[in-house]
């Protein structure tokens, strides 16, 4: 086709420029030839003969036009990107359709270039167009948009949950923008988002996504910025510790959320939502972890089957929350002793369960909170329960080894996390024959009325002297699940075989094990 032909003829009613029909044919080389000529000039003012409307109005031009024809057509009409589309009652701006339509690699770059060109024509833009430019570009076109018009970050978009763009940054984990948005105004920590009650601290830990990881240093700067926000329940009576300990399991590498909260706040540890759960039961129940979509609304919560639980308490995975574990119960050891709101279920009772093979936090729970081993609830057996079919391999692997565990490190051998249990439920007996809070425990522990007769036999100070693993055993198998029943006989035959003079062997109280089964 000749260069210097203007215009071609479609019908006697319509003409299209030269300009419309190489974009039409997409021959985006001669496109940019064209609108270096006058006519080309001329050209990109010109309405488009079929749509009526302005090149800078075409969803279609922007999506397959390269960028430095998007470039070309700015240079050729720059007065058009202010230029307003009518459709019906609504208006909308150039800007709005390109970043609509361009492709994500070149977002950004369309962006800067109409703000630079003319800083105007974010003046008219709708509240959804920012937030949702704030959200799919860069930081370079935040600042842009900050210089420009920066009332969109406190404005909320119409008929819209998605909060503001704080409240997007902090669910979406957008850290660079979270910092960019902090260095303008700090003050933007403090705005609740309406719906959920929640501040920006919440969002952020709350997890999105797996494979996202939250810088900690954006994270201290956001409790720098609001320390209270530490303290302040959202609408569901859950602080951000609640989330951040929900979130431990599945975005393990922002563990340290935990830690960093309680140096603000360390009585959140107490705090009980609205669904009566304490953060602890967040951290060690998988099944009631939560996260959330794109735009951070909470999802159901995760559904993970016994067997998914069981997998992540007793694999590697357990790492994960070992750490956060042992501080939770060390800043509020008694809420080993509280169930959860939704279950009924004791931590102990559940890390038993599954059988989580951390000898430090069973430690922690015996040292700060031995009477959590003699717990339960209408729903929730002690953690010896759970562990009635390890009396085998207790017997075969630990008869002449002393109950003092805590000096074992590394990975657990077989019946050894029974022999923890074992130790601190029997610690945890004799303190109850002291009185320790033997009246609260009343409604939890659910003690054979005969008890009391063993407890008058045991005289504390010497309990220990000559007891056997064999005396622990018996005193403790009130609390060994009766299905197993088989696999105590199993480990007592196995006792008898290796260690037979235990059961004539008496206590300094006169104790044979017989007498305190």
């Known amino acids: 086709m000749d260069d210097t032909v203007d215009e071609v003829i479609i019908s ?42 302005l090149l800078y109005h075409s969803l279609e031009f922007y999506y397959h036009a390269p960028f430095h024809v998007i470039e070309a057509l700015v240079k050729a009409y720059p007065e058009g990107i202010v230029e307003p589309m009518y459709i019906g009652n609504q208006i909308r701006y150039p800007i709005e359709t390109a970043v609509s339509g361009t492709k994500e690699e070149t977002t950004n770059m369309v962006f800067k270039l109409f703000v630079e060109t003319n800083p105007k024509c974010l003046d008219n833009c709708d509240v959804w167009f920012l937030h949702d430019a704030f959200r799919k570009c860069d930081t370079e076109v935040l600042e842009l948009m900050i210089q420009t018009n920066p009332n969109f970050l406190y404005q909320k978009e119409k008929d819209s949950s998605n ?3 704080i409240h997007q940054a902090c669910s979406s984990v957008m850290c660079t923008k979270i910092d960019l948005l902090l260095i303008y105004d700090p003050s933007q920590a403090r705005m609740v988002e309406e719906d959920s009650k929640m501040l920006p601290l919440h969002l952020a830990c709350r997890p999105f996504d797996k494979d996202t990881i939250f810088n900690m240093e954006t994270f ?32 393990p590498d922002n563990q340290n959320f935990i830690s960093e909260l309680l140096k603000i706040y360390p009585e959140a540890a107490q705090i009980l939502d609205k669904q009566k759960n304490l953060p602890l039961h ?11 979509d794109y735009f951070g609304h909470e999802m159901n919560w995760l559904d993970c089957e016994a067997d998914s639980v069981n997998d992540f308490l007793r694999g590697n995975n357990h790492r994960w929350i070992e750490k956060e574990l042992i501080v939770l119960i060390q800043t509020y050891p008694d809420a080993l002793l ?11 009772g559940t890390l038993a369960k599954f059988r989580y093979p951390s000898c430090q936090v069973w430690h922690t729970a015996g040292s700060l909170c031995s009477k959590a081993f003699i717990c339960a609830s209408l729903q929730s057996m ?62 939890h522990v659910p003690l054979c009325h005969h008890l009391g007769m063993h407890y008058k036999s045991l005289n504390n100070k010497n309990a220990t002297g ?36 235990h059961f004539l062997l008496a206590d300094q109280n006169g104790n044979l094990p017989l007498h305190l089964v």
């Open 12 to 53: 006697a009613a319509a003409t299209i420029s030269r300009l419309e029909q190489l974009i039409q044919e997409r021959r985006w080389e001669l496109v940019l030839a064209n609108l270096q000529t006058k006519q080309g000039h001329e050209d990109a003012r010109k309405h488009n003969s079929t749509t009526g409307e």
């Open 163 to 165: 909060g503001l763009p």
């Open 220 to 251: 201290r700067q956001l409790i720098e910025a609001y320390p209270q926000a530490a303290k302040e329940k959202d609408a569901k009576g859950r602080l951000p510790l609640h989330y951040a300990c929900g979130g431990a399991s599945y975005r």
């Open 282 to 292: 967040y951290l060690v129940m998988p099944k009631q972890s939560v996260r959330c």
């Open 338 to 348: 509280k169930s959860d709101g939704e279950k009924d279920q004791l931590v102990l």
């Open 382 to 443: 002690q953690p010896l329960y759970h562990m009635s079919f390890d009396l085998p391999a207790l017997v075969q692997n630990f008869t002449e080894i002393p109950l003092d565990w805590t000096k074992n490190e590394g990975d657990m051998q077989d019946g050894e996390l029974f022999g923890i249990i074992l130790y601190y439920t029997f610690e945890a007996l004799l303190q109850a024959e002291k009185g320790l809070d033997i009246k609260t425990m009343s409604n």
């Open 466 to 501: 000559n007891m056997t693993l064999l005396h622990k055993l018996a005193y403790c198998s009130m609390f060994c699940d009766p299905i197993h029943l088989m696999h105590l006989i199993m480990a007592v035959e196995l006792y008898a075989s290796k260690q037979g003079h």
